[in-house]
């Protein structure tokens, strides 16, 4: 079993950058793919990034890529999402998930076993 907390979101400026990380218990995280998703009111969750278990290959929403960047230290059983530039449409709930699929990057929820609880990310315009 997997528990996985997030950290990191609050209110920023657009145009700000911001750092959210998703901390794991159990060793068997560090083989596991994890995923970023969000999920603005009113709307379904969208994929946002994700990683896979080495960290070596990395995958993003269109919407997202070239401003966004994911990492992970499996010392430390956590995956960071850099968000920088951000919008007022990137204010959502996001959410950390993981993949019991260290190796293949997916964007549907529907591949992720364990999810975290959510933070919160506001931008003001």
């Known amino acids: 079993q997997v528990q996985l907390v997030e950290s990191g979101g609050g209110l920023v400026q657009a145009g700000t950058s911001l750092r959210l990380a998703c901390a794991a218990s159990?060793?068997?995280?560090?083989?596991?793919?994890c995923g970023w998703f969000r999920q603005a009111p009113g709307r379904e969750r969208e994929f946002v990034a994700a990683?896979?278990?080495?960290?070596?290959?990395?995958k993003f929403a269109d919407s997202v890529r070239g401003r966004f960047s994911i990492s992970r230290d499996n010392a430390k059983n956590t995956v960071y999402l850099q968000m920088n530039s951000l919008k007022p449409e990137d204010a959502a709930v996001y959410y950390c998930a993981a993949d019991t699929d260290g190796s293949i990057l997916r964007p549907d929820e529907y591949s992720y076993a364990y999810w975290g609880q959510g933070t919160q990310v506001t931008v003001s315009s």
């Open positions: 990683i896979n278990w080495s960290g070596y290959s990395t």
């Open positions: 159990g060793r068997t995280f560090r083989s596991y793919a």
